[in-house]
């Protein structure tokens, strides 16, 4: 995913134990009830999504509990009788946005429509070293004639926000799709397109989203691919065919994750794989349990979070418009949750 992928990359360690406790955070024990909505949830589509990732956390706390969950008749009498909710504060506030998964058009071969391409890494791209800029990759023509094209798309500018999700779909001429997942990149900085927007007096700040860069750069196609070619940066891919196509793209715990039942969070002050209790404000509310089953470069703090909405353009649409405030609570496992807070165990 546009973190998904990136996560995917993280190390195992990340993924099988939960965090220590950070000294810069505060943890306060909770009960259900102090959850808004909590009674109204589908708790067994979330015992669900928990089961499917709850097998890699080794910790001893959370191996036991992922074996109970197999045989629950009762998901919320299980996430009640096992777990308590922990709210972790950081002295930011709470901020909720939305990712999605790109979906693309494309061919397996290059026609007039279908002529911008998804590559694998070369093998001489090492990770750490720079290689080729972005300008140079596709001016240079360093690229022909090497077989590393893994699609062809019709449009350059999901190609360029393809590569900053990291993953996405690709619909195929055939009525076959193919998943692709992040593969490497050139090792050099990204840098904001819409920053540089921003500085050529294009837009001002509050104006520019991902929409209105790809407006943007369609109605002026010359000066647009050269807007482009301002991020340096360029990522390369590689075919996912172990998760098939009606399956969510992987992420940070190298399992498909779930629209609207996963969370990005930071996983200094969340365990991956943790259920986590969701009271988003803003226009469109939001209470529901989800697990927090991957991460990203711009998730970073306790009470940060990013929801997975889903694949395609209509879950991007509504992806682009979080960013509201709210509260998350963190099902920890009974005796993790006093431990962490031992002053409220009375």
């Not at 777990?83 to 693309?104: A, H, K, M, N, S």
């Not at 090497?146 to 993953?167: M, N, T």
Request: glycine letters at 10%; one cysteine or more.
């Amino acid at each position: 995913m546009r973190r998904a992928a990136l996560a995917g990359a993280l190390s195992a360690g990340l993924v099988m134990t939960g965090p220590a406790s950070s000294q810069d955070a505060a943890y306060e024990v909770l009960g259900f009830e102090d959850l808004k909505g909590w009674e109204y949830d589908d708790h067994a589509a979330a015992l669900e999504v928990f089961k499917s990732t709850c097998a890699d956390m080794k910790d001893p706390d959370w191996s036991s509990l992922c074996a109970l969950a197999t045989n629950q008749t009762s998901a919320r009498t299980f996430f009640e009788l096992f777990f308590r909710p922990v709210l972790i504060t950081d002295g930011e506030p709470g901020l909720f946005t939305g990712y999605f998964e790109p979906e693309l058009s494309g061919s397996r071969t290059r026609t007039p429509t279908y002529r911008y391409p998804l590559y694998r890494k070369p093998p001489e791209v090492q990770n750490g070293r720079a290689w080729f800029t972005r300008a140079e990759i596709e001016e240079t023509g360093v690229m022909d004639g090497r077989g590393l094209e893994i699609a062809w798309i019709d449009d350059p500018v999901d190609v360029f926000f393809l590569q900053i999700q990291g993953s996405g779909r690709v619909r195929l001429t055939d009525g076959t799709s193919i998943r692709v997942g992040y593969g490497g990149k050139n090792g050099h900085d990204y840098k904001s397109v819409g920053q540089e927007m921003v500085r050529r007096g294009i837009y001002q700040a509050h104006q520019v989203s991902a929409q209105v860069i790809r407006n943007w750069v369609r109605r002026n196609p010359v000066e647009g691919a050269a807007l482009l070619r301002h991020n340096p940066s360029y990522v390369f891919f590689r075919e996912v065919t172990r998760v098939p196509a009606d399956k969510g793209p992987l992420g940070a715990m190298n399992r498909s994750i779930t629209a609207m039942r996963t969370v990005a969070v930071d996983p200094k002050y969340v365990p991956l794989g943790a259920p986590v209790w969701i009271e988003k404000g803003g226009r469109d509310t939001l209470r529901r349990l989800m697990i927090a089953q991957d991460t990203g470069s711009a998730i970073k703090g306790a009470q940060r979070a990013d929801i997975f909405y889903g694949t395609g353009d209509a879950a991007g649409r509504t992806a682009g418009k979080v960013r509201d405030p709210g509260r998350m609570m963190v099902l920890m496992p009974i005796q993790r949750a006093y431990a962490l807070a031992p002053e409220g165990a009375g």
